[in-house]
């Protein structure tokens, strides 16, 4: 039998951290590891960010491998300048994410990217007057040339011109019709036509703050030049598609990066649902969020949603409870590091790369 543990002359009990079933830490051994995951594995028995990270992906793969489970990437910041496109194209591809909920200029530069056009590495002798007179639009250390949006204006123009009038406009319809004339017409990978050809709706709540948003007003006032009947856009169309898909679930996910209006969009389903049932129009559960991860360097103490943690938005109502089986993780770091390590390492362990994917 074990000997009981005895105070000491200060009064304190010296605890035995195996008997106490405490999670030992290792020294990172870069010798050992040879593939991301295995990096990653490595960081998650370590400390700080690093820990994070690691658990992190241990909650996406959770996510991944819940097949009742229904996962939902939220977007914001220029992720797509940033050259995330293709690591969202896995995450899709690889049946991992089953919704998208945006901001608009993510889906812009992203569209950008997926007509084969390129952003360009910002050079500081460069004062931003001169960028603006050269048509070079700057996203911190990275240029979207003016050019390129207006490529896209032409793109969105053909799609909103076959556009009956009669049918109503949303993002997610929107982003599908925009995904299909790029698996149609052009060959490389982008996030929409992922989207479209793995049927993952892509939602953009605030369109109208957006490049493309813009597209659609200037569409609009093109089509009153010509006398034509000009198209209607509801948002609430977005709304009640998203809620029907997600009342219709098991189990849901939600993988954010970043934060703003598309995490707060995604999150407040949960707070619909419970007023359905509270306030009469529906008999049914709760419905809230399982899993949770999200990656954001926003500090909580703001106030703002963007850092505010999973826990405070189970007294929303928004998330399941740790204590009743919800599990989440918060990684507070720039999503150009941290999720090509998470998905990197997610990807591998259920086999995607072994599969020929993302080549």
């Given amino acids: 039998m074990p000997k009981p543990?005895?105070?000491?002359?200060?009064?304190?009990v010296l605890h035995d951290p195996v008997k106490d079933k405490l999670?030992?830490?290792?020294?990172?051994?870069?010798?050992?590891?040879?593939?991301?995951?295995?990096?990653?594995?490595?960081?998650?028995?370590t400390a700080f960010t690093g820990r994070q990270i690691g658990d992190a992906a241990d909650v996406l793969e959770t996510m991944a491998r819940d097949?009742?489970?229904?996962?939902?990437?939220?977007?914001?910041?220029?992720?797509?300048?940033?050259k995330m496109g293709l690591v969202f194209c896995d995450l899709i591809e690889s049946g991992v994410v089953n919704a998208i909920v945006s901001t608009g200029a993510?889906?812009?530069?992203g569209l950008v990217e997926a007509t084969g056009l390129s952003?360009?590495?910002?050079?500081?002798?460069?004062?931003?007057?001169?960028?603006?007179?050269?048509?070079?639009?700057?996203?911190?250390?990275?240029?979207?040339?003016?050019t390129n949006l207006d490529h896209i204006e032409e793109v969105m123009d053909e799609i909103l011109t076959n556009w009956d009038a009669e049918e109503l406009v949303c993002s997610w319809k929107l982003h599908r019709k925009i995904g299909e004339h790029l698996h149609k017409s052009f060959?490389?990978?982008?996030?929409?036509?992922?989207?479209?050809e793995h049927d993952v709706p892509v939602f953009v709540p605030a369109f109208s703050d957006s490049e493309l948003g813009i597209d659609f007003a200037l569409h609009k006032i093109a089509r009153q030049d010509a006398?034509?009947?000009v198209l209607r856009f509801d948002p609430f169309l977005d709304f009640e598609k998203f809620a029907d898909t997600m009342l219709a679930t098991k189990r849901m996910g939600i993988f954010t990066i970043g934060g703003g209006v598309p995490r707060n969009w995604s999150q407040q389903f949960g707070v619909y649902a419970e007023l359905?049932?509270?306030?009469?129009?529906?008999?049914?559960?709760?419905?809230?969020?399982?899993?949770?991860?999200?990656?954001?360097p926003e500090p909580v103490h703001w106030g703002g949603l963007s850092g505010s943690t999973y826990t405070e938005a189970v007294s929303w109502g928004k998330f399941v409870p740790p204590e009743e089986g919800g599990r989440f993780a918060e990684v507070f770091d720039d999503a150009t590091v941290a999720l090509p390590l998470i998905a990197g390492a997610v990807l591998q362990r259920i086999g995607y790369f072994k599969r020929g994917n993302g080549k």
């Fill in 23 to 45: 999670r030992p830490m290792f020294p990172l051994d870069l010798s050992r590891c040879r593939t991301v995951d295995e990096l990653v594995r490595a960081m998650g028995n």
């Fill in 106 to 109: 993510l889906m812009a530069h």
């Fill in 187 to 196: 060959p490389g990978r982008g996030i929409l036509k992922s989207a479209y």
């Fill in 119 to 146: 952003h360009f590495r910002y050079n500081p002798k460069m004062d931003d007057k001169e960028l603006f007179e050269a048509g070079y639009n700057r996203v911190y250390d990275s240029l979207e040339p003016e």
């Fill in 67 to 82: 097949k009742d489970c229904f996962v939902v990437m939220t977007l914001s910041g220029a992720l797509t300048v940033a």
């Fill in 276 to 296: 359905l049932a509270r306030r009469g129009y529906r008999k049914m559960p709760l419905k809230r969020y399982n899993y949770g991860l999200r990656i954001c």
């Fill in 5 to 12: 543990q005895k105070k000491t002359a200060t009064g304190r």
């Fill in 227 to 229: 006398k034509r009947p």
